[in-house]
């Protein structure tokens, strides 16, 4: 198993791309170029530079000799995601979700103030020299279907990570989208179903204590939150990534009824090709 920071390294080299702010419809506010360099300088000492548009790079160097911070944790693959240790109605509150894919890289982030969602940002990347091109807009066609995958939850404190298997369909009547997972195996099998209304881009789930949306955003992004959070309920932040028309990435970010962040989550699942011809499915 990788230590954290080996994980972290999976992010070293050069990034361009850009900085998309969003409002909480997903509409564009405002966007800026980006270029990133991590460089590892020492064994535990890494070099990072930022710059946007025309400003000048501006540089900073981490000694990680230590530990990261308490609320950020990495996967195996370079993928991470940092954030709020415990929610406060009275405080800024936020995480950000970091996917790496080839030679493409993708963040994004979650704020809230005072409780209500309050801002995102898009950030899309390309490995510099690859030309890996971005994913089109995600549709709610690309949703339909069922998804078969593995979840891969690692928590704070470092204990072993757990994995279990999932399974999520979704389907379509009319402006309704309704999708059904199941996580877990045997007697352990746990169900969650619900309902949205498709309002364009957006998707509007009412149920429960908290109303909830996800946007359908560029290069194949979803983001999964609700859109304002009550003390006393459990809840979770999540962004999915459209890798390939068949392959998708979640990630989960979990806090309890008492507001504390719990784990996070990397489900990587694939959609279930049916061969309509012949009336079968594929793997």
């Known amino acids: 198993m990788k230590t954290q920071w080996e994980c972290f390294l999976e992010n070293l080299g050069t990034w361009h791309g850009s900085f998309a702010r969003l409002s909480v419809q997903g509409e564009l506010v405002k966007e800026t170029s980006s270029i990133l360099v991590l460089e590892q300088r020492q064994e535990k000492q890494v070099r990072f530079s930022l710059k946007r548009d025309s400003s000048e790079f501006q540089d900073m160097e981490f000694d990680l000799t230590g530990s990261f911070s308490s609320g950020l944790l990495f996967f195996e693959n370079g993928g991470f995601c940092q954030g709020s240790t415990q929610f406060s109605p009275h405080a800024e509150f936020g995480a950000e979700f970091g996917f ?53 939850t690692i928590y704070p404190d470092l204990r072993t990570p757990t994995t279990c298997a999932t399974k999520l369909s979704i389907r379509r009547e009319d402006n309704r989208l309704y999708p059904e997972l199941r996580w877990g195996q045997g007697d352990e099998e746990r169900v969650s179903a619900s309902s949205a209304q498709i309002n364009g881009s957006i998707l509007q789930f009412d149920q429960g204590a908290m109303p909830i949306q996800i946007l359908l955003l560029p290069d194949g992004v979803s ?61």
């Open 223 to 283: 983001s999964n939150c609700p859109l304002s959070v009550k003390p006393g309920h459990p809840f979770f932040l999540e962004v999915g990534w459209l890798l390939q028309p068949n392959l998708r990435q979640r990630m989960v970010r979990s806090y309890t009824a008492k507001g504390e962040w719990s784990s996070i989550t990397l489900v990587t699942e694939q959609k279930r090709v049916v061969l309509s011809d012949y009336g079968t499915g594929v793997e």
């Open 100 to 152: 790496i894919h080839g030679d493409r890289r993708l963040r994004f982030v979650q704020m809230y103030n005072a409780g209500q969602l309050s801002g995102l940002t898009l950030i899309r990347e390309q490995r510099a020299g690859s030309g890996a091109p971005e994913r089109p807009p995600l549709q709610v066609e690309d949703l339909i279907g069922e998804w078969q995958g593995e979840a891969l």
